[in-house]
């Protein structure tokens, strides 16, 4: 690349768009695999990875990056043959068109680290150049004559030209093409009747092309007609009793063929999209270190705002006429969480996005172990903080990794244990309120087996889903006798706990059956940065949790406190008719004399501890305020159950605790935890 000055300029926005077309063309690469494995042509994935082709080597000859432009070149003449073929593209094609995108990735980055793009891997070149011989001497499944559609000019008007291939070429691979007109009404939409929930119960049996709303006279006196173009296997009653029937109606759109081929438009380059479009309608890139300085600026306004409180505060306890301050003081609390919203709305990514790596790489692992493995996404809109995503996605890709390689079968034994061949890994996100995210990541294998891990670990088998969650997450504890390329290296799980508990103070759960796969439940904080808080004193000493992780707060009655015989000194306290078990923080802490038992607090929070609740007493509650977290860097004073600190506003640190995790640790009575903890609050107070 040339070390011209005005091309480096050009380098992040370059980087940035080439990231992100590279995702596009894996996703449409692999949807075209997917279409191959059914037998059926997929012209719209064929433009998009043409489009996203194409663009990546424009944008890489404008800044010299020659070796990448090699590269498309010749990928883009392989999708010009698949698009006149009608976005039929031969199998074989598949594996040489992965490995220009990995090349083309592997020298972007190469270029991110400020290196030159190394040059094109030998053989590369000729096995693209081979790919359009074989398109142009008539490789891959003959064409059938194209269908021809029946369409009424208000409709066709409105079809792409995407659109209109997709349905000729669904017709023409042997699937109907319908249009489906459906009528709302007030007395359809009191039954549950409307046109979101048709569209459900359509996707269910068949393709969606377009949906159009008409206006104009409609059957049954209706004004407005929603026309679905569908391509289907469903017999027509079916549809119609998707639409809630008459006056919906059904049509069929094919004609009789046409005569003679006709040939396909030719692929027109990408430039003919207007530029504001193909940048997602006027949205803004920008560099994440922006955000975080804008964040940080903002943590510092927020420290601020604690120390004017507490001098407002002090001027009020001397006599000090405060009302105006006190309400400037709540119009600026109000400002600074408006502020506080609308930048982290910016940070925040959509989950979808930050798993779109891992069709690729469970594509990988089918080809390397030899499994048949369906990759399911459902996560939805959820969204959550830059900063957690990129600490959350090494956590899934272990899982992920390991589902495939350690817990499903291969074929053969799947058979035999009456299951399907294709084994399935699905990987799903549900918002929670409260800043929290819940994540699954379950597989159909083999579940894991307690005993033999137990064995390999020389430990008496795990009483607990827990406990065997504590064996597998071992520093340096593998099922395998030897590493493979894939795994068997003992890192696996040790970095997931690292990640999600340690971290990101998040929780980490299994539910494991044997011969009926395993599920890894994940919660983890949306944002791990700006936090409301309790604030809290315990011991003399100030502490501080997120609101988030406590349940409920609870004033505890002396009298209702009981310490049943045989419960290990541990108290018992009465909520709304059940008993909770109440730990006293001071003695968690360390700050309590030991022995006895540990007396009522005055106040308690609840938390859930691995799916229970339990009681931390406390002397006093401070308040609720929000919180910059700094997390404790140093791995020599990283403790559990210690998130990191915070300053409230009077220069002094203060811990932020994760009750949960402290709650654990006490449990396992670990000296060098508790040591660690005391040796924590005095480095910091």
């Known amino acids: 690349m040339s070390a011209s000055v005005d091309l480096a300029d050009f380098l992040p926005a370059y980087l940035a768009e080439a990231e992100e077309l590279l995702g596009t063309g894996h996703r449409q690469l692999l949807a075209m695999e997917a279409s191959i494995r059914r037998g059926l042509a997929n012209p719209r994935a064929v433009r998009e990875l043409f489009r996203a082709v194409h663009t990546i080597k424009g944008l890489s000859a404008m800044v010299d990056v020659e070796p990448i432009v090699d590269i498309t070149h010749w990928m883009e003449t392989c999708l010009r043959h698949a698009d006149r073929a009608g976005g039929r593209l031969p199998e074989a094609s598949v594996e040489p068109l992965m490995e220009g995108l990995r090349e083309i990735e592997q020298r972007v980055r190469q270029l991110a680290a ?56 669904g017709a023409t691979g042997g699937r109907r093409a319908v249009r489906l007109d459906f009528i709302p009404g007030a007395d359809r939409a009191a039954h549950g009747v409307t046109i979101n929930s048709v569209r459900e119960r359509v996707a269910a049996l068949g393709d969606t092309v377009k949906v159009l709303p008409l206006s104009g006279p409609a059957a049954g006196g209706g004004a407005l007609t929603f026309v679905l173009l569908l391509l289907t296997e469903a017999p027509d009653a079916a549809l119609l009793e998707a639409a809630g029937g008459p006056p919906a109606s059904v049509r069929a759109l094919t004609a009789a063929p046409a005569s003679a081929p006709e040939p396909l438009p030719e692929l027109a380059a990408p430039d003919e999209e207007p530029e504001e479009a193909r940048r997602g309608g006027g949205s803004l890139r920008v560099e994440v270190s922006r955000l975080d300085e804008a964040l940080e600026r903002l943590a510092a306004l927020v420290v601020n705002r604690s120390r004017l409180a507490r001098a407002v505060a002090a001027l009020t306890a001397a006599g000090a006429p405060t009302r105006e301050l006190q309400a400037i003081l709540q119009e600026n609390a109000r400002q600074l969480r408006d502020m506080r919203a609308a930048i982290l709305r910016l940070r925040m990514v959509r989950v979808g996005d930050v798993l779109e790596r891992l069709p690729l790489l469970v594509r990988g692992l089918r080809r390397s172990t030899g499994k048949s493995v369906r990759l399911e996404l459902d996560v939805g809109d959820a969204e959550l903080d830059k900063a957690v995503a990129d600490r959350l996605l090494p956590a899934l890709v272990h899982l992920v990794r390991n589902a495939v390689d350690h817990a499903l079968e291969l074929p053969e034994a799947r058979r035999a244990a009456g299951k399907p061949d294709e084994g399935v890994v699905r990987v799903a996100s549900h918002g929670r309120a409260g800043g929290l995210l819940d994540l699954t990541v379950s597989d159909d294998g083999r579940g894991v087996d307690a005993q033999a891990v137990a064995a390999r670990a020389g430990v008496p088998v795990p009483a607990s889903p827990d406990a065997l969650l504590e064996v597998l997450c071992r520093p340096g504890f593998s099922t395998r006798d030897a590493a493979n390329a894939t795994s068997g290296r003992g890192m696996g799980m040790d970095i997931v706990h690292r990640i999600i508990v340690d971290q990101l103070g998040g929780e980490l759960g299994l539910e494991t059956r044997p011969g009926a796969g395993t599920t890894f439940r994940l919660r983890v904080p949306l944002t791990i940065t700006l936090l409301d808080a309790l604030v809290f004193e315990c011991a003399g000493l100030r502490y501080a949790v997120a609101v988030g992780s406590v349940e409920e707060l609870i004033e505890v009655d002396a009298a209702q406190v009981v310490r049943p015989a045989g419960a290990g000194g541990v108290c018992l306290v009465e909520r709304r008719g059940n008993t909770v078990p109440l730990l006293t923080l001071a003695r968690l802490l360390g700050r309590a004399g030991l022995g006895g038992c540990e007396g009522p607090a005055a106040k308690a929070l609840l938390v859930r501890q691995r799916g229970e609740l339990i009681a931390f007493g406390v002397d006093r509650l401070v308040g609720q ?38 709650g654990l640790a006490r449990a396992k009575g670990s000296p060098r935890r508790q040591g660690g903890l005391a040796r924590e609050e005095g480095r910091l107070i």
């Open 625 to 662: 305020q929000e919180i910059v977290l700094r997390p404790l860097e140093d791995p020599l004073v990283r403790v559990p159950g210690v998130v990191g600190a915070t300053d409230l506003g009077d220069g002094q640190p203060t811990l932020v605790l994760d009750l949960a995790a402290l």
């Open 114 to 169: 400020g290196k030159q793009a190394a040059p094109v891997p030998p053989g590369l070149l000729s096995r693209l150049e081979a790919l359009e011989a074989e398109g142009s001497s008539g490789g891959g499944a003959p064409r059938a004559a194209p269908a021809a559609l029946a369409l009424e000019e208000a409709v066709a008007a409105r079809l792409s030209a995407a659109e209109r291939e997709q349905l000729v070429t």
